[in-house]
């Protein structure tokens, strides 16, 4: 099992499905990689600098795990993956590094069955089925390590340590077979709890639920929010419903919360046409290769004019969660 000090530091927190809180960061180097690895869904993305105590600064990343083979589990977003004291933008190396974290938990998992009364270290790294989920696919997550270690392949010296991926055929995917558009009816633009779903809940009892979807709607970056939302496959064919939840609408949005717990969930209609790329760009029908950062659009750009003309989105939405969390 990794030990724990090896590793780079790790920060878990809520940032919703967006990128959010990127002032320290040009539009040139806010970019995306997403992989899959069996059934889990990883995204992670360039978000800024920190400023470290000693007077350099840290690279850091935000990341979403999605799994839709999880019943009710809902896209574990994070944030704060930092790099090394003064390395250069790497979203590569940031998915190394999730990926590490991920097969970590997933070794601890397996400890842990073997021996019921230890308590490993590194269990609690993520929730719950995360954790499972990392262990049901840890041969796909070591894969996945070997592909972003070695992006051109392994050299003729180097045996592989893991079983290599299904051969699939080469003819052409039938056209009939591709995934239509839209993949869904509605798309997620931000989900809250705890501390901020409360805060939300307050305000929509308060002022009603308008000014609670216009509060959420700044959560709304337009075509980013739309490529987060299709790269993390966090769409759905209907509104999610849980016992106790509750729904409001307004224009192309609903609002799906639950008062007593504290959860809001913010969707959106997926517009008449497709976006560029749809969808070899978006379901890995034509995955790019190993290693390529899908640069993202200018935040400021991309929210501009609104379906919805009377949310107005803010380029930076409020955070109130603090940098705190869980480090490796």
């Known amino acids: ?19 959010s809180g990127m002032s320290n960061a040009s539009p040139s180097t806010r970019m ?10 990883l995204a992670l993305w360039h978000d800024g600098a920190t400023p470290d105590e000693h007077g350099g600064y840290r690279q850091r990343y935000g990341y979403r795990i999605a799994d839709a083979t999880v019943p009710g589990a809902l896209p574990h977003d994070g944030r704060d993956i930092h790099s090394g004291v003064g390395a250069d933008v790497d979203t590569t190396a940031g998915m190394t590094s999730l990926v590490a974290f991920l097969s970590a938990a997933a070794e601890a998992y397996r400890y842990q069955m073997s021996n019921p009364l230890s ?10 089925w995360v954790t499972e989920a990392a262990y049901l696919n840890s ?13 051109d392949g392994l050299g003729p010296n180097e045996p592989a340590t893991a079983d290599p991926s299904p051969i699939t055929s080469s003819d052409p ?7 239509a558009w839209p993949p869904g009816r509605y798309y997620s633009v931000v989900f809250l ?8 809940v307050d305000l929509l009892q308060e002022q ?10 700044q959560w709304d970056y337009g075509s980013e929010t739309l490529e987060a939302a299709l ?15 509750r729904e409001a609408s307004d224009g192309p949005y609903v609002l799906s919360f639950q008062p007593g717990l504290g959860t809001v969930h913010l969707l959106r209609e997926f517009p008449a046409q497709a976006p560029d790329g749809w969808p070899n760009r978006y379901t890995g029908v034509s995955d790019p290769a190993p290693g390529a950062a899908v640069a993202r659009t200018d935040v400021r750009q991309a929210t501009a004019p609104r379906t919805a003309a009377r949310h107005v989105i803010h380029p930076e939405p409020p955070r109130t969660r603090p940098d705190d969390g869980l480090s490796l």
Do not use: C, K, W
């Open 173 to 179: 995917e039938p056209i009939d077979e591709r995934p």
């Open 32 to 41: 995306l990689v997403a992989r899959h690895a069996g059934s889990l869904h």
């Open 139 to 151: 041969d796909e997550l070591t894969t996945l390590a070997l592909e972003l270690e070695h992006p």
């Open 193 to 200: 709890q705890d501390t901020e779903g409360h805060a939300v």
């Open 119 to 128: 308590a490993p270290e590194n269990l609690n790294l993520f929730p719950a």
């Open 1 to 19: 099992m990794p030990d724990r000090r090896q590793l780079d530091p790790i920060m878990l927190a809520y940032v919703g499905a967006h990128l």
């Open 231 to 245: 790269f993390n496959q966090d769409y759905h064919a209907d509104v999610p419903r849980y016992s106790g939840t």
């Open 208 to 217: 009603g639920t308008q000014a609670a979807i216009d509060h959420l709607a």
